[in-house]
C-alpha cells in the first residue's frame, strides 16, 4: 500500500469517517409493515438468501456412482489434469494443480477415475479404457444429472422459496417467504398490529428474544475480531439479536434440513452460507468447508469485510477488480473503503456505485431462476490436431450430434415437446475468431444421432464447400432457440407459419442459413461462447483464452456464458439501481452524491446500444 502520492491523497476520506459510516445500515428499524409486506424483494430488511455449494462436486458424484466410501481417496481425470479432488486426497496434499502422475505418487491407494467421454460410434458417454483426446470427448452428462436431482430436492423441500442454479454444483436460495411465514407461526404476537401502535402499522417490531438457539452444526461468523493468536469466542452481549439475526436462525434451519437431505437421499455433502444477500452468502459458503454451514449476521459484516482481499467478492475477481486495485493500490476491503464514490464514478463510471456498495456487504441482485440457461445446449471438440481434410469433418460432427442428442432427449423427458428451433455449427481455426453457419431444425417427434449429424454435416458442407484443404482446430455444435413446440405444430411447415409470427429478435435467428454464411462468432446471432443482451443490445462475448480452457466442456462453457450473462443483468440492475430515484428510507442505500445517479435526469441515462465507458468494459470482450 502506498498512499504517499500527493495526487492520489486527495481522493481519501479521512479514515476515521470511513469506519463510522461505511456500515451504517446493519441494525435497520423493522416495522409490522416491512414484515407483512410480500414485495419488498431486495430492499427487504428481513432478506435472508443462502448459497449452498456442493464438496468436492465431480469427485463426489464418481464415488456415488461406485459405490465407494466417504474416505476413499479420489481423484477425477481429465486427460493427465486433475477436475477434481475428493477431501480424503486433499489430505495428501494433492490439489487440482496436480497432474494425474504427481498424484499418484504423493498417494499411492489413490482412486483416479477419468471423467466418462463419448467416443465415435457410441450412443452414450461412458468410462473406457482406450481413452485418448484424438478421439473420445469429455462429457460431463453425470454431473449434470446429479446436479438437477439436488436443485429438485431444494425446489420440493421449498416450494415457496426462490432457487437459482450459480453453477453445476451451487445454488443461491431466497429463503425470506418461508422464513417470514415460519416467524409469524413462532411469535404469533407479531400477526396484528396492536391497536394502540403509536405508527400504526409503521410501528417497529417489539424487542425480538433476547438468546436465539442457533441450530446445530452452524459456524457463527464472529462479531468481533480476534485478537492475534487468540481465536476463543468473544463477549458479544453488546450484541443483541435483532428481528434479522431471528430470521437468519430459522433460515439456517431451513438449510441444515435441505442439505441433510441431499446427503441422505444423495449422498452429496455440501457446505453453506447464509447471510443478507447473494454476495455475502456466498463467501460465508466457503469459510467451513467440507460439510459445514456459515451464518454472517449483519452485525458480523465489517470485521468480516475488512481485512478480505477484496478481490473474493463475486464478481470482483476478474478484469474489474484487477483494475481497482491497479487505480488505487488498494488489496483489502478496507482499504478501498478509503476511496470515496465520487472519485470511483469519476474513473469508472456511474454504476461503480454497485461496486461501491458490495463493498460495503451491498448487494441488490435478487435471486432468480435463470431460464434463459435452457434456451441452447452445445456440444464442442477442441482437437489436439486440426482437421485438414474436408473428408475428416463427419465423423466429429457424429461425435457431436450424439452428445446433443442425448441431452435434448433427456431434457424432452420432462418437456416432451421441447424442440430447438434452430441448429449451428461453428468451425474455429486456433484462436482466431469462429465462422458459423446456421439452419433450421425441423420439428421431429423422436430425434436421433442420425438426423442431428445430418444436419450438422450438410452444415459442414455448405461451409467448407468443395475445397479439399480445410484447418479446423475447434468444432461447437450447437441448438439455439430452445423452446416448446406447439399444439398441431408437427412439421417444418408449421414450424414456417409459426416463425413470421415471431419477434423480431427470434426472426433475426431464423434467417436462412445463407446470409450468414461465414461470418465472424462476433456478429453471428448464435455463438455458444456469447450472447446479445436484450437491453443493451450488445453482444457481450467471453475472452478467447477463456474459451480456449472451458471449450472443451459443454456445460462448462454454457455455464460460463451464463455466468456472464447474470454479472451483465446484475450490471444493468445497478445502473437501474443508480438511476432511480431514492424510496425507500429504510433501505441500505447510500446516497450516490452525483445528481444524476439519483434523479429522474432521463437525458442522462445512456441510449440502448450507446457504448459503454464506465465499468461495463470490464464485462464486455476481451479489451
Ligand atoms: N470445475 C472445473 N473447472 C474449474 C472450476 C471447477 O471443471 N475451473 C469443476 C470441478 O471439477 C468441480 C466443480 O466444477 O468438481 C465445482 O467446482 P468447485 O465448487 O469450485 O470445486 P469442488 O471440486 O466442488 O470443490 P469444493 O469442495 O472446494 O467446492
Ligand atoms: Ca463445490
Ligand atoms: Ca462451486
Same mark, same amino acid.
Given at each position: 500500500m502506498s498512499l504517499a502520492s500527493p495526487t492520489k491523497s486527495s481522493i481519501w476520506k479521512g479514515k476515521e469517517k470511513a469506519m463510522d459510516e461505511d456500515y451504517a445500515d446493519l441494525r435497520p428499524v423493522i416495522t409490522y409493515r416491512h414484515l407483512h409486506s410480500h414485495n419488498l424483494g431486495v430492499r427487504d430488511p428481513l432478506r435472508v438468501v443462502g448459497l449452498c455449494d456442493s464438496d468436492a462436486f465431480y469427485a463426489a458424484c464418481e464415488r456415488v456412482r461406485l459405490n465407494l466410501s466417504e474416505d476413499a481417496p479420489l481423484v477425477v481425470q481429465q486427460w493427465e489434469s486433475l477436475i477434481a479432488v475428493s477431501y480424503p486426497a486433499r489430505k495428501y496434499g494433492i490439489s487440482r494443480m496436480d497432474k494425474i502422475k504427481d498424484a499418484k505418487k504423493k498417494c499411492p491407494d489413490l482412486v483416479s477415475v477419468h471423467v466418462a467421454t463419448y467416443k465415435e460410434g457410441e450412443k452414450e458417454p461412458g468410462y473406457w479404457d482406450d481413452i485418448d483426446t484424438r478421439t473420445h470427448k469429455v462429457s460431463l452428462d453425470l454431473y449434470r444429472r446429479e446436479s438437477a436431482k439436488i436443485m429438485n430436492v431444494f425446489k420440493e423441500m421449498l416450494p415457496n422459496g426462490e432457487i437459482e442454479k450459480a453453477s453445476i454444483d451451487e445454488a443461491f436460495i431466497d429463503l425470506t417467504q418461508p422464513v417470514r411465514d415460519t416467524i409469524l407461526e413462532r411469535y404469533p404476537y407479531l400477526a396484528n398490529i396492536p391497536p394502540n401502535a403509536p405508527q400504526g402499522a409503521d410501528t417497529p417490531l417489539p424487542s425480538p428474544p433476547l438468546e436465539l438457539d442457533w441450530a446445530d452444526k452452524v459456524h457463527l461468523i464472529p462479531i468481533l475480531p480476534s485478537d492475534d493468536g487468540d481465536d476463543s469466542p468473544k463477549d458479544e452481549s453488546e450484541f443483541p439479536p435483532t428481528w434479522h439475526d431471528v430470521a437468519l436462525c430459522i433460515a439456517a434451519e431451513f438449510m441444515t434440513k435441505m442439505r441433510k437431505q441431499v446427503l441422505d437421499t444423495l449422498g452429496y455433502s455440501t457446505s453453506a452460507g447464509l447471510a443478507r444477500n447473494k454476495a455475502l452468502a456466498k463467501l460465508s459458503a466457503s469459510v467451513r468447508k467440507p460439510n459445514g454451514q456459515s451464518i454472517l449476521r449483519n452485525d458480523a459484516i465489517p470485521n468480516y469485510l475488512r481485512p478480505m482481499a477484496f478481490q473474493k467478492i463475486r464478481f470482483l475477481g476478474g478484469k474489474l477488480g484487477k483494475a481497482f486495485a491497479d487505480e488505487y493500490d488498494v488489496s483489502s476491503v478496507g482499504d478501498i473503503l478509503t476511496v470515496s464514490l465520487d472519485e470511483m464514478q469519476s474513473k469508472f463510471g456511474?454504476?461503480?456505485?454497485?461496486?461501491?456498495?458490495?463493498?460495503?456487504?451491498?448487494?441488490?441482485?435478487?435471486?432468480?431462476?435463470?431460464?434463459?440457461?435452457?434456451?441452447?445446449?452445445?456440444?464442442?471438440?477442441?482437437?489436439?490436431?486440426?482437421?485438414?481434410?474436408?473428408?475428416?469433418?463427419?465423423?466429429?460432427?457424429?461425435?457431436?450430434?450424439?452428445?446433443?442428442?442425448?441431452r435434448l432427449n433427456e431434457a424432452r423427458e420432462t418437456m416432451p415437446s421441447l424442440w430447438p428451433k434452430t441448429i449451428a455449427l461453428h468451425l474455429r481455426k486456433g484462436y482466431e475468431a469462429s465462422r458459423s453457419k446456421q439452419a433450421p431444425f425441423p420439428f421431429v417427434k423422436e430425434v436421433t444421432v442420425d438426423i442431428v449429424a445430418s444436419a450438422g454435416n450438410k452444415l459442414w458442407k455448405e461451409m467448407t464447400g468443395n475445397a479439399k484443404d480445410v484447418n479446423v482446430g475447434a468444432l461447437q455444435l450447437s441448438f439455439?432457440?430452445?423452446?416448446?413446440?406447439?399444439?398441431?405444430?408437427?412439421?417444418?411447415?408449421?414450424?414456417?407459419?409459426?416463425?413470421?409470427?415471431?419477434?423480431?429478435?427470434?426472426?433475426?435467428?431464423?434467417?436462412?442459413?445463407?446470409?450468414?454464411? =461465414?461470418? %465472424?462468432?462476433?456478429? $453471428?446471432?448464435? /455463438?455458444?461462447?456469447?450472447?446479445?443482451?436484450? &437491453?443493451? +443490445? *450488445?453482444?457481450? @462475448?467471453?475472452?478467447?483464452?477463456?474459451?480456449?480452457?472451458?471449450?472443451?466442456?459443454?456445460?462448462?462453457?454454457?455455464?460460463?456464458?451464463?455466468?456472464?450473462?447474470?454479472?451483465?443483468?446484475?450490471?444493468?440492475?445497478?445502473?437501474?439501481?443508480?438511476?432511480?430515484?431514492?424510496?425507500?428510507?429504510? =433501505?441500505? %442505500?447510500?446516497?450516490? $452524491?452525483?445528481? /444524476?445517479?439519483?434523479?429522474?435526469?432521463?437525458? &442522462?441515462? +445512456? *441510449?440502448?446500444? @450507446?457504448?459503454?465507458?464506465?465499468?461495463?468494459?470490464?464485462?464486455?470482450?476481451?479489451?
Open positions: 456511474e454504476e461503480s456505485l454497485w461496486v461501491y456498495e458490495l463493498v460495503r456487504g451491498i448487494d441488490r441482485s435478487e435471486v432468480k431462476e435463470k431460464t434463459a440457461y435452457f434456451k441452447s445446449m452445445l456440444a464442442s471438440k477442441n482437437l489436439p490436431k486440426p482437421i485438414t481434410k474436408s473428408s475428416e469433418g463427419p465423423q466429429w460432427i457424429r461425435v457431436l450430434a450424439a452428445e446433443l442428442t442425448l439455439s432457440n430452445l423452446g416448446r413446440g406447439e399444439v398441431g405444430q408437427k412439421n417444418i411447415d408449421g414450424f414456417f407459419q409459426q416463425s413470421t409470427k415471431r419477434s423480431r429478435e427470434d426472426a433475426e435467428d431464423d434467417q436462412p442459413s445463407d446470409t450468414i454464411q =461465414g461470418r %465472424a462468432s462476433s456478429s $453471428s446471432p448464435q /455463438s455458444p461462447s456469447s450472447f446479445v443482451c436484450s &437491453r443493451c +443490445k *450488445k453482444r457481450i @462475448e467471453l475472452p478467447i483464452h477463456v474459451v480456449e480452457i472451458r471449450g472443451h466442456d459443454a456445460e462448462g462453457l454454457a455455464e460460463t456464458v451464463a455466468a456472464l450473462r447474470a454479472e451483465h443483468d446484475d450490471f444493468h440492475f445497478a445502473q437501474d439501481l443508480a438511476n432511480a430515484p431514492e424510496t425507500d428510507q429504510t =433501505g441500505p %442505500a447510500p446516497k450516490p $452524491s452525483k445528481p /444524476s445517479s439519483t434523479g429522474r435526469d432521463t437525458k &442522462r441515462r +445512456k *441510449k440502448a446500444g @450507446e457504448p459503454s465507458k464506465g465499468i461495463a468494459r470490464y464485462f464486455n470482450k476481451a479489451g
